[in-house]
């Protein structure tokens, strides 16, 4: 592969983790983590993060900003696919009865895929539907803060 284009998507996928992690989402890079995590009680939304310029570009916006909320999940983690293979692998089985896609979210309360936002969901919508769309979940299945 060219060289230029290492560094490019390099940087491409640093920008995407760093938009992501400065929301507030912890990164998870293992099946470990992945396990540890979802298993927990309470509500946790997995962003499934992915450097597709369409559909990323609409997504990371998303999950920032819908966290201007009155309730949120418990816990905001994100892995992040054709980088942290098994880590993103591992979180899809929790999303059962979903096919993968990237980007997504996948909210998951006590271990169990309650709802997904799926990328035809994302890709082609604006940020405000995505927004909303998450908002929808918060608001059916997570607590005031």
């Known amino acids: 592969m060219d060289l230029n284009f290492d560094l490019y998507m390099n940087d491409v996928v640093e ?20 396990d540890q995590v979802l298993n927990q009680k309470g509500t946790t939304l997995v962003m499934v ?9 609409i997504a990371r916006p998303a999950a920032s900003h819908a966290l201007h909320f009155d309730k949120l999940p418990d816990r905001l983690v994100t892995v992040f696919a054709g980088q942290d293979k098994e880590a993103t692998q591992q979180a899809r089985e929790y999303f059962e009865g979903y096919p993968p896609s990237s980007p997504s979210f996948g909210l998951v309360k006590d271990g169990e895929v309650k709802a997904m936002i799926e990328r035809h969901q994302i890709e082609g919508h604006e940020v405000m539907d995505v927004i909303t769309q998450l908002q929808n979940l918060f608001d059916e299945y997570c607590a005031e803060r």
């Open 15 to 34: 920008q995407a983790r760093n938009e992501i992690e400065e929301a507030g989402y912890e990164q998870l890079t293992t099946a470990d983590e992945v």
């Open 49 to 57: 993060n992915s450097v597709c310029g369409c559909a990323g570009g």
